[in-house]
């Protein structure tokens, strides 16, 4: 794993995004897997100003999202799909078929698991991007979630559900479900990039890197991939700095 530390959360982005830049250069019809949540905010927009900028162009780029809440259409303003449309998709030129995210509202839930399923399983995504949850959970992956899992439904646990609470009303706003990649999608990634910010990822990014590899902790599979690189700012990386 290729962990490297930067001062904050720009000098995180900026870097992050140099290397999905290589990644499109190299690649022009790559197939990326993105997230959503505060993390890659800042990436996104750097993102955006490189697209504007013609550094890169997304023109023949696929993007398979990670997860999506169970109940909440696209234009419900906490959905991941009205997400990206409003931190990212909005601002770029992409074919409208080559953005995927799984449909939170369809009738059959697990249909349209395995239809997501179908779809990942048809691609090979070139560059996944991920945060980390400080429960260890990467998409939705929550601790205990099979590392052979592929795409599923989910139940979210009560610390997930009170981290996205900023982003609701009020705690029973927020979806008991999601729609989520299984472990094993984001395995089967080329090339992985995790992304870390803030003081309160500082105990999981700790585990991610030495504690076991145990469904106990989702992230802390990536330890089996070759080709991982973690991106942290200085407070995420404050507990591994300690053990040094
Ligand atoms: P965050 O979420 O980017 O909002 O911290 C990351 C995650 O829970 O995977």
């Known amino acids: 794993m290729n962990i490297i530390q930067c001062n904050d959360s720009k000098e995180v982005a900026l870097l992050s995004y140099r290397i999905f830049k290589e990644q499109l250069i190299k690649k022009p019809n790559s197939t990326l897997g993105l997230a959503t949540g505060s993390t890659p905010i800042l990436l996104y927009n750097e993102l955006i100003k490189g697209s504007q900028l013609n550094e890169i162009s997304f023109k ?40 995927h995210i799984p449909n939170g509202t369809a009738c059959d839930l697990i249909e349209e698991c395995h239809r997501y399923n179908n779809l990942l399983s048809s691609t090979k995504i070139d560059l996944q991007l991920l945060g980390l949850g400080e429960n260890g959970h990467i998409g939705f992956n929550e601790p205990n979630t099979s590392f052979e899992s592929t795409t599923h439904l989910v139940e979210l646990t009560e610390n997930t559900r009170k981290n996205n609470s900023i982003y609701f009303k009020s705690i029973n706003d927020i979806p008991t479900h999601a729609i989520t990649m299984g472990i094993s999608n984001i395995i089967n990634a080329t090339k992985i990039l995790l992304l870390a910010i803030g003081e309160n990822k500082a105990e999981a990014v700790y585990n991610l890197i030495n504690g076991p590899i145990d469904v106990k902790f989702p992230g802390s599979i990536l330890r089996n991939h070759p080709d991982v690189t973690i991106i942290l700012d200085k407070e995420a990386a404050t507990l591994i700095n300690k053990v040094k």
């Open 60 to 99: 023949k780029v696929n993007i398979f999202n990670l997860d999506e809440y169970v109940g909440l259409n696209s234009e419900h303003k906490n959905s991941y799909a009205f997400f990206m449309k409003e931190y990212l998709l909005n601002f770029i030129e992409i074919e409208d078929n080559h953005f």
